[in-house]
């Protein structure tokens, strides 16, 4: 059984950086499409960033330049880098591997 569990959400001051992390279990992180997802309070789930199966990776506009996803296969755990950290990426971040999610850890980010 695919698991994936979430780590790094806190509470930052507008400007600062966190780091998310998602240790996967039941299956190697390596050669499989990556992503973590957004969802504020009263809107969809939205996609951040991604990392395809070869290492490609595209982000939201929103982020570009902002926030870095990678992958280190030794750990077998996915991360989501966030700097220059703005109000508005507040909200739940989910962590997607093929067809499981995590269970959503908060990011807040106060002005």
């Known amino acids: 059984q695919v698991q994936l569990v979430e780590s790094g959400g806190g509470l930052v001051q507008a400007g600062g950086s966190l780091r998310l992390s998602c240790a996967a279990s039941?299956?190697?992180?390596?050669?499989?499409?990556v992503a973590w997802y957004r969802q504020a309070p009263g809107k969809q789930r939205d996609l951040v960033a991604e990392?395809?199966?070869?290492?490609?990776?595209s982000y939201a506009e929103s982020v570009k330049g902002r926030f870095t996803i990678f992958r280190l296969v030794a750990d077998n755990t996915m991360y989501l880098q966030m700097n220059s950290l703005k109000p508005e990426d507040s909200g739940l971040y989910y962590c997607?591997?093929?067809?499981?999610w995590g269970q959503g850890i908060q990011v807040t980010v106060s002005s």
């Open positions: 039941g299956r190697s992180i390596f050669n499989i499409d």
């Open positions: 997607n591997m093929g067809t499981t």
């Open positions: 990392s395809d199966d070869v290492g490609s990776t």
